[in-house]
C-alpha cells in the first residue's frame, strides 16, 4: 500500500494514501436486439436509416446486444462483423443480453461481457436490501432552477428530480424516484431507476428521445406525433408505458 509522510510537528508519521476511488455511476444502455440471424446489406440499410431518424440518441450511447431472438446465431466471424460494423457507426457496443452458453462464449471472445439490465434484473431481491438501507436514509430530492444542457445527467439517487426549466436534446435526467419537467422535455427522463413502478414522468411540453420506467422504456420514434409538444404523464400500466396527455 503507497505511503506517504506526514509534514506536521510529529513529522514522520506514515500516513496510508489511496491510489484509487471505487464510485457507483448511472448508465444509460441501448438495446439492439436483431430479429433474425441474416445480419445482410438490408439488416445495416434499416439500422443506418434509424441512424438518420434519431441520431442524438444511439450514436456514442453505451451499446448491448440482446441475442434473445436469434439464439442460432453462434457464428463467431458473423458476430465480429456485427460489433464491428457497429462500432463503424460510433456505436459503442460493449456487452450482450439474453445469450446462450455458446454465444457467451464466442461473445467473450469479442470482448462482450455478459449484462443484466431492466426487466431482467432481479428488482424483487435486489430491492429487499436497498429498502433496508433507504428507510435509514433521508429522501433525497433534487430541485434544478435551470436549463439542463446538452451532455450534462442529473441523477436525484434516492427520490424525485424536479426541473424548473428546459431540458435540451443529448441530456440526461434519471431519478429513482419520479421527474418532474415544468418546460420542455427533450434529451431522456428515466425514473424508477431503481426498480420503482409506481415512479411516474411529468412534463409541460415533451419532446424526448426517450422515456423510462423501471427499465421499460419507449424512443421518440415510438411516442407519436399526437403526443409531442404536449403536456402529460408517463407511467407504467399493464407491463407496459402508456403516456397521457393533461388538461
Known amino acids: 500500500m503507497p505511503t506517504d509522510t506526514a509534514d506536521g510537528r510529529g513529522g514522520g508519521a506514515p500516513v496510508t494514501v489511496q491510489p484509487f476511488r471505487i ?10 436486439q436483431p430479429e433474425s440471424d441474416r445480419l445482410d446489406a438490408a439488416f445495416y440499410d434499416a439500422l443506418d436509416e434509424q441512424l438518420q431518424r434519431a441520431p442524438q ?32 457507426r460510433n456505436l459503442q ?14 461473445c467473450a471472445g469479442l470482448g462482450l461481457i455478459p449484462v443484466t439490465i431492466g426487466r431482467d434484473t432481479s428488482v424483487e431481491n435486489a430491492g429487499k436490501s436497498r429498502r433496508k438501507v433507504d428507510r435509514l436514509l433521508p429522501p433525497d430530492n433534487r430541485l434544478i432552477t435551470e436549463t439542463v444542457r446538452s451532455g450534462q445527467v442529473i441523477v436525484a439517487e434516492r427520490g424525485d428530480l424536479t426541473v424548473v426549466g428546459s431540458v435540451s436534446s443529448g441530456a440526461e435526467l434519471v431519478a429513482s424516484g419520479s421527474i418532474h ?16 413502478e409506481t ?18 422504456y419507449r424512443t421518440s420514434e415510438s ?9 402529460l404523464q408517463v407511467f407504467l400500466k399493464d407491463d407496459g408505458l402508456h403516456l397521457e396527455a393533461l388538461g
Open 223 to 231: 411516442i407519436g406525433d399526437d403526443l409531442r409538444r404536449q403536456s
Open 93 to 106: 457496443v460493449f456487452g450482450v443480453q439474453n445469450v446462450s452458453g455458446l454465444q457467451r462464449s464466442v
Open 57 to 88: 440518441l444511439l450514436v456514442d450511447a453505451p451499446l448491448i446486444l440482446d441475442l434473445g431472438l436469434v439464439p442460432r446465431l453462434v457464428d463467431a466471424e458473423a458476430l465480429g462483423a456485427l460489433v464491428d460494423e457497429l462500432r463503424a
Open 181 to 196: 419537467v415544468y418546460g420542455t422535455l427533450r434529451g431522456r427522463a428515466i425514473a424508477g431507476v431503481h426498480g420503482d
Open 23 to 32: 464510485r457507483g455511476r448511472f448508465i444509460t444502455a441501448i438495446a439492439l
Open 199 to 216: 415512479a411516474r414522468i411529468f412534463c409541460q411540453r415533451q419532446e424526448a428521445e426517450l422515456l423510462a420506467i423501471a427499465g421499460i
